[in-house]
């Protein structure tokens, strides 16, 4: 399992990661990124890389 994180301090609300990752991310009221599911396997463990690696502020976390 990955757990899944986001420096609210960080993000800024480009939506990349729930753009590309719906499964794992959504957006707050004012669109920064919030956690769906905090602990990722197999497909959503997939999505929450691909989000992380889109987001522009380096604001999302994984860790085992």
Do not use: K
Not at 14 to 31: I, K, M, S
């Amino acid at each position: 399992m990955t757990r899944v994180s986001v420096d609210p301090d960080r993000c800024t609300g480009h939506g990349r990661c729930y753009t590309l990752a719906p499964g794992v991310f959504d957006a707050d009221e004012v669109g920064h990124s919030i956690v769906r599911v905090a602990e990722v396997s197999g497909e959503l463990e997939r999505q929450a890389v691909t989000g992380a690696e889109n987001c522009p502020e380096w604001a999302i976390t994984l860790s085992r």
